[in-house]
């Protein structure tokens, strides 16, 4: 029931992002949008098969898909190898972004360049809890806004939290409305933003309930608190905040 209740919930947020990814472009705000969810429907809906009826009651919430991850295979944080090995999702078709951009090709599960950060996380959680099924029965990884921005001529990656306006508002509100489908169906109690933003989008959307919403630092290896010690400090920073299945 609680996968089936995820998939249709996800598949209702792929189909009303469409409409606020062409408006954004046709009102200038980024030059191009990829949904994810749309193309790479096949391996995010095995991911939801996975990953969402394990038994978590703690959600690590991302800010957006990555170029190099979720913006080819569709999972959160995803990154090749780590579909592949851990998460076992192999052979999966993955289609083109309705207007696809020159410099931001789509190749799907065999895309060849690693998301750093989708292996750091991934890695992470696989040393804390073993496999796949072990660790979806302590987390669910989900992203706020499952959709890819890009800007200019070089199609340069863009966060959303980098613009701004009616279109924009109103399609992050759209995204708090999932995630709190997500914490309903799932019954989640603590919600961890990776990174500030992520935690500040989690605080709006769930201030009239009960969950808790903290965050960790974001892996990405453009950030120094990522890289600091040689990541020990960052793998650190988010043990604190994670479940532990030996209590």
Request: net charge neutral.
């Amino acid at each position: 029931m609680i996968v089936a209740r995820m998939i249709e919930a996800s598949s209702k947020l792929r189909d009303d992002v469409e409409a606020f990814a062409d408006s954004l472009v046709s009102e200038g705000s980024v030059d191009a949008v990829y949904n994810p969810l749309s193309y790479a429907w096949k391996p995010h809906r095995a991911y939801v098969e996975l990953a969402s009826g394990g038994g978590a009651k703690t959600l690590l919430l991302g800010m957006n898909p990555g170029p190099h991850g979720m913006g080819q295979m569709g999972i959160p944080f995803a990154a090749t190898s780590v579909v592949r090995d851990l998460l076992k999702i192999r052979n999966l078709e993955v289609g083109q972004p309705r207007n696809p951009h020159p410099k931001r090709p789509v190749s799907g599960l065999d895309w060849p360049k690693e998301e750093v950060s989708g292996t750091r996380l991934w890695s992470l959680l696989a040393e804390e809890y073993g496999g796949a099924e072990s660790i979806f029965q302590s987390v669910f990884l989900l992203n706020h806004c499952p959709l890819m921005l890009f800007s200019g001529d070089r199609a340069t990656n863009i966060t959303p939290d980098k613009i701004a306006g009616p279109t924009t508002r109103a399609l992050l509100e759209r995204c708090d409305e999932h995630l709190r489908e997500v914490v309903e169906i799932m019954q989640i109690e603590r919600v961890i933003g990776v990174g500030r933003y992520s935690q500040k989008r989690a605080l709006n959307a769930l201030s009239d309930t009960d969950v808790k919403v903290t965050t960790c630092w974001h892996p990405s290896p453009a950030s120094p608190l990522a890289n600091r010690n040689g990541g020990a400090d960052w793998r650190a920073n988010v043990r604190v905040v994670l479940p532990n299945i030996r209590q």
